[in-house]
C-alpha cells in the first residue's frame, strides 16, 4: 500500500519546522493553483509556468538571497513582456534586475521574441566571443544598429560582405564617432597602417587640436629603413641605400624636413596662393619673392665658410666667415653685377682693403677705371708752409737746374717711372706740388726785389749829367 501510494505523490518537503507536510499529486493534466516551500533540491524533467504576459511585464521566476518571503531578499526576476500581437509581437524575454533592498534597478538582458534581437545593458565580451554572420551577400557577419521599428538600420560593425573579408564600423547615414570616455581616455589603434582612402582627417576641437608622437626616438633621416625620429611620411615611397624619405621628424634638439636626396631638382616650396613665393632646393639654394628681414646675429652650432646677414651692434651686416672651430676667420666678400656677361663690374673686399675692378686691392681702396665725382676731399696731417719758414733752405735755382739735368725730374717729386710702378698719394702728392708752388713763388719773390733794385739804379743813372 506504501509503494502504490509512493508512485501517485509526490513529496515536496517539509515547510519548516513545526508544519505538517503537504502533497501535490503527480498527474498530466493542469494542476489547480497550489503552492509549495521546499529547503532542498527541486529536480524535475521538465518545468512549465503559466503566468503568461503584460504590457509591464509578467514575473515568471523570482530569485532571491534569503527568505522569499521577504522582499528586500529580491535580486533578479526572469519573465514575459509585451502583449502579443501579429508576426509574433509580445511575450519578449526579460531578465530584470532589483537592488540590495529589492528596488527594480531595471533590464539587465532582453531578447525579442520576433526578431531574435539581444539587448544588453553593459555588455562585457568573454574569451572566445564570436558573431556568427548571417549568411547574407550584402554583410557577410555584422552587428547591426537598428532603430525601434526593427527595420531601419542606422549602421554596423561587421565584414563589409561574403568576399571583403575587412572589418567595417560603418553608419548608413550619419558620421561614425568613436568618444573615449571624458577627462583623458585613450583612442587605441594597433595596426600597421590607417588609411583615409575617401576624404580628410579633421580636427575640430574649439581650443586646441593636436596630433601627438610618443617619444619613441631621436635621429635624423635614415636611407633603407625608417629613421627612429621620422614622425610624419609625406610619399610613402621605398628606401634605397642613398636616398630618404619625403618625411617629417626630429632628432636630438632640432625638428627637421626631408628629402630624397641633395639635388638641386627637389626642394621645399612655399606658396602664397598659387603663386610661387619661395624655394629652397636640397643643394640649399634659396630663391625668394619680396623684401626679407633678419634681426640678430648668426653664432652658435654653424661651421664652416658662409655668407652671412644680420643685425650687430645696431648696424645691417653683410659677411663673410668661416665658423669652423679651432680656425675661425673673416672670409672675402664678393659683388657682382652688369647687363651681360662681358660687361660684369666687381667689388671685392678682402683683409687688404676694397677693390673695384680688380680682385686684387694693394690698399684700402683700390680702383681699375675712373673715378668721377664732383667733389674729392683728402684729410692731410702736415702741410708744406713749413717753406715760407724763415728757417727753411730754399735752394738755388742753380741747384735746381743741376738736379733737374741729372735726374729729368723735381727734386721731392717721384719719377715717372716710380709713379707707373706705385703710382701717388694724391694727398701727399699735392703737398709735394704746393711745396714746389711756394718755392716758385719765393723765387718770384726774390726776382721781383732785383727787378725793382735794377728799375731803381736806372732812374738813378738816367738823371745823372751825360758829359760830351
Known amino acids: 500500500m506504501k509503494k502504490k501510494l509512493s508512485s501517485l505523490l509526490l513529496l515536496t518537503g517539509i515547510v519548516s519546522v513545526g508544519h505538517a507536510q503537504t502533497y501535490i499529486n503527480n498527474q498530466t493534466t493542469l494542476q489547480p493553483s497550489s503552492n509549495f516551500y521546499i529547503s532542498g533540491t527541486a529536480q524535475s524533467n521538465t518545468l512549465k509556468t503559466t503566468a503568461g504576459t503584460s504590457a509591464t511585464g509578467t514575473a515568471h521566476f523570482h530569485m532571491f538571497t534569503g527568505d522569499g518571503n521577504t522582499p528586500a531578499n529580491l535580486r533578479w526576476t526572469q519573465g514575459f513582456i509585451g502583449a502579443e500581437g501579429a508576426s509574433n509581437a509580445g511575450a519578449d524575454f526579460r531578465l530584470f534586475r532589483y537592488s540590495n533592498t529589492g528596488a527594480f534597478l531595471g533590464t539587465g538582458l532582453a531578447i525579442e521574441r520576433a526578431t531574435g534581437n539581444v539587448i544588453v545593458n553593459n555588455l562585457t565580451a568573454a574569451n572566445g566571443s564570436k ?17 525601434s521599428d526593427n527595420t531601419t538600420r542606422d549602421g554596423f560593425v561587421g565584414l563589409g560582405s561574403t568576399t571583403n ?24 589603434v594597433a595596426s600597421a597602417q590607417v588609411q583615409n582612402t575617401t576624404g580628410t582627417f579633421l580636427m575640430s576641437n574649439t581650443t586646441s587640436n593636436n596630433i601627438s608622437f610618443n617619444a619613441v626616438g631621436l635621429a635624423g633621416p635614415s636611407f ?65 619673392e619680396g623684401q626679407g628681414r633678419f634681426k640678430g646675429w648668426y653664432t652658435a652650432n654653424g661651421t664652416g665658410p658662409a655668407a652671412e646677414i644680420g643685425m650687430s651692434g645696431g648696424r ?57 665725382a664732383q667733389r674729392v676731399k ?43 710702378k706705385e703710382g701717388i698719394d694724391v694727398g ?41
Open 131 to 147: 558573431i556568427q554572420g548571417t549568411g547574407t551577400t550584402a554583410n557577410a557577419s555584422y552587428l547591426q544598429f537598428m532603430q
Open 165 to 188: 573579408k575587412d572589418v567595417y564600423l560603418a553608419s548608413d547615414n550619419g558620421n561614425v564617432n568613436l568618444v573615449p570616455k571624458a577627462g583623458g581616455g585613450i583612442l587605441q
Open 224 to 288: 633603407t629603413t625608417r629613421s627612429i625620429g621620422s614622425k610624419v611620411i609625406l610619399w610613402n615611397s621605398a628606401l634605397n641605400a642613398t636616398t630618404s624619405g619625403w618625411d617629417i621628424g626630429m632628432e636630438n634638439s632640432h625638428m627637421w624636413f626631408g628629402i630624397p636626396g641633395a639635388l638641386n631638382t627637389q626642394g621645399f616650396k612655399f606658396y602664397g596662393g598659387t603663386t610661387q613665393i619661395g624655394r629652397i632646393d636640397g643643394m640649399g639654394a634659396t630663391d625668394w
Open 316 to 372: 645691417a651686416s653683410f659677411i663673410g666667415f668661416d665658423r669652423t672651430p679651432g680656425s675661425t676667420k673673416y672670409l672675402p666678400v664678393l659683388l657682382v653685377g652688369g647687363t651681360t656677361a662681358n660687361n660684369q663690374k666687381t667689388l671685392i673686399i678682402t683683409d687688404v682693403g676694397v677693390g673695384i675692378g680688380t680682385y686684387t686691392p694693394q690698399s684700402e681702396l683700390s680702383v681699375k677705371g675712373t673715378i668721377t
Open 378 to 420: 683728402v684729410t692731410q696731417a702736415g702741410w708744406a708752409d713749413y717753406v715760407f719758414h724763415q728757417s727753411y733752405q730754399l735752394p738755388s735755382l742753380a741747384e735746381v737746374e743741376r738736379y733737374v739735368r741729372s735726374n729729368q725730374h723735381l727734386e721731392g717729386i717721384p719719377s715717372a717711372a716710380e709713379v707707373e
Open 428 to 468: 701727399e702728392m699735392n703737398k709735394k706740388l704746393l711745396a714746389k708752388v711756394e718755392e716758385l713763388t719765393l723765387y718770384l719773390i726774390e726776382q721781383n726785389k732785383k727787378i725793382t733794385a735794377l728799375e731803381e739804379w736806372k732812374k738813378q743813372q738816367e738823371k745823372l749829367p751825360v758829359h760830351p
